[in-house]
């Protein structure tokens, strides 16, 4: 079992900057990859980075490049979302995957972040 607990999210105005953490406990030796997936009020769940945890890989929705920026610390078991230049359309709730290396997925409880003037 993997338990992930997501934390920073808020509110911050069109520009500006947020940087949220995503802390793994349990079997995280498991961990083969981790992922920030979001979802608006009546949109579905989109992914939006993912990162490998051997090798350090990422993959970004087109909608995030450039933007978005997630790593992790091995040592400290968590891995983060930087974001810059937040746009409007960027609010959602901001939900924290695991998968190990069997498939079995594991999510946290998600934290909002809305972007408004």
């Known amino acids: 079992q993997v338990q992930l607990v997501e934390s920073g999210g808020g509110l911050v105005q069109p520009g500006e900057s947020l940087k949220l953490s995503c802390a793994a406990s349990?079997?995280?030796?498991?961990?083969?990859?981790m992922g920030w997936y979001r979802q608006a009020p009546g949109k579905q769940r989109d992914r939006v980075a993912r990162i490998t945890i051997s090798t350090g890989n990422t993959v970004y929705a087109d909608s995030v490049k450039g933007r978005f920026t997630i790593s992790r610390d091995v040592a400290k078991n968590t891995m983060y979302l930087q974001m810059n230049s937040l746009k409007p359309e960027d609010t959602a709730v901001y939900s924290c995957?695991?998968?190990?290396?069997?498939?079995?997925?594991?999510w946290g409880q998600g934290t909002q972040v809305t972007v408004s003037s």
């Open positions: 995957n695991a998968y190990d290396r069997r498939g079995q997925g594991y």
């Open positions: 349990g079997n995280i030796v498991s961990i083969a990859t």
